[in-house]
């Protein structure tokens, strides 16, 4: 993932909290919804945490970056 496509949604401030906690975006996919349907679904976030590739939504991530 392109860095100015990670800062289409996180700010500066949120990657930079992440990268101080060893975390680093590095892509994007497609979740379904609780149905299993993807048409309704919405944006995961890879995320390499600590050589651990985690898929997150937008929400944890943002969790992840203040230390929840």
Known sequence: MKE???AKDFSRETRKA?????RTIIGHTWLPDA???FANG??????DDRGT??????????AMAIGM
């Open 53 to 62: 590739l985690r898929i997150r939504t937008y929400l944890d991530v943002l």
């Open 42 to 47: 919405e944006r995961g976030y890879e995320i």
């Open 35 to 37: 149905k299993g349907a």
């Open 4 to 6: 100015h496509e990670i």
């Open 18 to 22: 992440l990268r101080k906690a060893g």
